[in-house]
């Protein structure tokens, strides 16, 4: 034995062992690496429990470069939704004008759902991936099928009833979707206004633009911002808030449902009822 050691004993000039609240051997703080006084319950530099787990690691800090492509991704897909219903506005809007200046109502509905065709084909086309696979989910549960199937007669009651009422109220004539097919047969209407619209709207609304928004804002906010553009597409001051209603159910829908199918049959179902009423008595 050399320079004074004692046997088990520490070399002098050396640190004693750091030891843990009740023993030895405790070593360094599980949080920040320092040494744990002999005794202590907390670590005296961090507060961090003796005995605890260590914390989970801090996230690292975004690099600007990594920052900017992110915010430059998030933006490219905001910008393309808000391009997107500029485009479907303008089609409405264009049309209105159009049908407003005397032209055939007929011919301008179908350039309209032609060009609304195109256009969303087109948004889809980009965003294919997601819209195959919301088409490719025709599965459905059959209470969600069933409620879709008897909704929609009190949900076009209670539309029917809040529009037309509205419309008594300010002295406003109604309109019939039906007169722009007056001699052209049911059929065209139910084409345009039914079949056509349920599909391009639903694909536009609840497929590319919902989906797009999902990824970026809560469910309740994609299911409002959805609603309200869809209800301000119709360029109807009495339908707005009916058709903000009905579009947070359309929306709904394709958030339970995980699919385009619903959305699309409960569209088709309500303007059917549309039609049906204004041609047998209701509308």
């Known amino acids: 034995m050399t320079d004074g050691a004692t046997p088990g004993g520490p070399v002098p000039g050396s640190v004693p ?15 920040c690496g320092r040494p744990i006084r002999e005794g202590a319950a907390f670590c005296g530099f961090c ?6 787990p260590p914390p989970p690691a801090p996230r690292p800090r975004e690099s600007f470069s990594a920052l900017h492509r992110r915010v430059s991704r998030e933006w490219e897909e905001v910008s393309f939704v808000i391009k997107f219903y500029v485009a479907l506005l303008a089609i409405q809007i264009v049309t209105a004008v159009v049908i407003k200046a005397g032209a055939d109502e ?8 032609a060009l609304l065709a195109v256009v969303t084909g087109a948004a889809a086309a980009m965003h294919w991936t997601e819209v195959r696979a919301l ?7 059959p209470p969600l099928f069933a409620l ?5 007669f009190p949900l076009y009651g209670l539309i029917h009833a809040f529009v ?3 419309q008594a109220a300010f002295h406003v004539e109604a309109s019939r979707s039906l007169d722009a097919f007056e001699g052209r047969g049911f059929g065209w209407a139910v084409f345009v206004l039914c079949i056509n619209a349920a599909v391009f709207e639903e694909t536009a609304f609840r497929g590319v633009i919902f989906g797009i928004l999902r990824r ?4 309740a906010e994609t299911l409002m911002i959805t609603s309200v553009a869809f209800a301000i597409l119709h360029l109807s001051v009495f339908a707005l808030v009916s058709h903000t209603l009905l579009g947070l159910y359309l929306g709904w829908l394709r ?9 699309m049959l409960a569209h088709f179902l309500h303007n059917g009822l549309v039609l049906a009423g204004e041609r047998w008595g209701t509308g």
């Open 17 to 31: 062992p750091v030891v843990p609240a009740g023993g030895a051997g405790a070593g360094a703080c599980a949080a």
């Open 135 to 141: 088409l490719a989910r025709p599965a459905v549960r």
């Open 148 to 152: 879709v199937l008897v909704a929609a």
């Open 255 to 263: 958030h339970r449902s995980g699919g385009l199918l619903l959305p």
């Open 106 to 113: 007929f011919t301008a509905y179908l350039v309209a759902d």
């Open 164 to 166: 037309s009422g509205l």
């Open 216 to 219: 970026r804002v809560r469910i």
């Open 47 to 52: 507060g961090h429990p003796v005995g605890a």
